[in-house]
């Protein structure tokens, strides 16, 4: 099936499970909707479930202007695939760069949103890094654009990729061959517009104070550059809950999906139930302990 964006790009999208609430899952960079399949397959038991390609990823349609690619456009290609798909509000869930989509998701369309799930996201967000990153961006875009097969195999062997390998070599083959399919224009466009131009968190600051959805941010503790934004998240958005998973790298939900379906419904059934509410206020961070 497929839904139209604003600017007519056709959005491919699939759906599991016909009752319960819908969860919405966004993917990653390095990923595809196919890299959400031990979700969709656990989740549509009890849930209807929407995964699509974003745009620039086949079989969504590959717009070779990059000026079509933006963390804005992400954001509202997430709602036109939910109203194709007919819901109006859903739990939204991302890994990275879908993490980066259901922050700025829950900022923009919180009524839209049942909750919002942020995995491993983080990547430039830390100020002394902001500059770097950018620049590795571009030369990620220049390598995808070369050779996206052969430089699939370096990327897919990243700083936080290979506890993944190390954990499910068979599982990881799988990541770098999705990865190794990537259309070189819409990695390329993917990268120069969308992860190399979004802003930092630390610049969404009044947003996320301002945002009191439930929200399960998840991380692992050998993904270097999301743990510190991680617990910025925890701390500027007053509804939040923080994981991070041990051993574990970037790819949260394919190197540990065990884990990550485990707490991800337990997130789910407590913003359902209403107890999954603001950190209390006398939860004081300022406070050591308490004298008087």
Same mark, same amino acid.
Request: charged letters at 25%; one cysteine or more; glycine letters at 10%.
């Given at each position: 099936?497929? @839904?139209?964006?604003?600017?007519?790009?056709?959005?491919?999208?699939?759906?599991?499970?016909?009752?319960?609430?819908?969860?919405?899952?966004?993917?990653?960079?390095?990923?595809?909707?196919?890299?959400?399949?031990?979700?969709?397959?656990?989740?549509?038991?009890?849930?209807?479930?929407?995964?699509?390609? @974003?745009?620039?990823? @086949?079989?969504?349609?590959?717009?070779?202007?990059?000026?079509?690619?933006?963390?804005?456009?992400?954001?509202?290609?997430?709602?036109?695939?939910?109203?194709? @798909?007919?819901?109006?509000?859903?739990?939204?869930?991302?890994?990275?760069?879908?993490?980066?989509?259901?922050?700025?998701?829950?900022?923009?369309?919180?009524?839209?949103?049942?909750?919002?799930?942020?995995?491993?996201?983080?990547?430039?967000?830390?100020?002394?890094?902001?500059?770097?990153?950018?620049?590795?961006?571009?030369?990620?875009?220049?390598?995808?654009?070369?050779?996206?097969?052969?430089?699939?195999?370096?990327?897919?062997?990243?700083?936080? *990729?290979?506890?993944?390998?190390?954990?499910?070599?068979?599982?990881?083959?799988?990541?770098?061959?999705?990865?190794?399919?990537?259309?070189?224009?819409?990695?390329?466009?993917?990268?120069?517009?969308?992860?190399?131009? *979004?802003?930092?968190?630390?610049?969404?600051?009044?947003?996320?104070?301002?945002?009191?959805?439930?929200?399960?941010?998840?991380?692992?503790?050998?993904?270097?550059?999301?743990?510190?934004?991680?617990?910025?998240?925890?701390?500027?958005?007053?509804?939040?809950?923080?994981?991070?998973?041990?051993?574990?790298?970037?790819?949260?939900?394919?190197?540990?999906?065990?884990?990550?379906?485990?707490?991800?419904?337990?997130?789910?059934?407590?913003?359902?139930?209403?107890?999954?509410?603001?950190?209390?206020?006398?939860?004081?961070?300022?406070?050591?302990?308490?004298?008087?």
């Amino acid at each position: 099936m497929f @839904a139209t964006a604003k600017d007519g790009t056709k959005l491919y999208y699939e759906t599991a499970g016909e009752t319960g609430t819908p969860i919405l899952f966004i993917h990653e960079f390095g990923g595809n909707y196919d890299a959400w399949e031990p979700q969709m397959s656990y989740f549509a038991r009890r849930h209807r479930c929407i995964t699509y390609a @974003a745009r620039g990823y @086949a079989p969504s349609d590959i717009p070779t202007d990059m000026d079509k690619y933006s963390q804005a456009i992400a954001v509202d290609d997430a709602i036109a695939v939910m109203d194709a @798909a007919g819901v109006d509000k859903a739990h939204i869930v991302g890994l990275s760069m879908g993490g980066f989509a259901v922050v700025h998701f829950g900022l923009t369309y919180p009524e839209r949103a049942l909750s919002l799930t942020i995995a491993g996201a983080g990547y430039g967000c830390e100020k002394e890094t902001e500059a770097y990153f950018r620049g590795v961006s571009l030369t990620v875009a220049d390598k995808f654009e070369e050779d996206p097969v052969g430089f699939a195999e370096i990327y897919g062997r990243g700083a936080s *990729r290979v506890q993944f390998e190390n954990k499910d070599p068979r599982e990881h083959l799988k990541f770098v061959a999705r990865l190794a399919r990537h259309d070189k224009v819409g990695a390329a466009n993917t990268m120069r517009g969308v992860q190399a131009r *979004r802003p930092s968190f630390w610049d969404l600051e009044d947003g996320l104070k301002a945002c009191v959805l439930p929200t399960l941010i998840m991380v692992g503790d050998e993904d270097d550059h999301c743990l510190q934004p991680g617990i910025y998240l925890k701390k500027m958005m007053p509804a939040s809950g923080l994981l991070i998973l041990p051993k574990t790298g970037h790819t949260l939900n394919l190197e540990e999906p065990c884990l990550f379906n485990l707490h991800l419904t337990e997130f789910i059934a407590s913003a359902e139930a209403g107890a999954w509410g603001l950190r209390d206020k006398r939860a004081d961070p300022g406070q050591v302990m308490r004298t008087d």
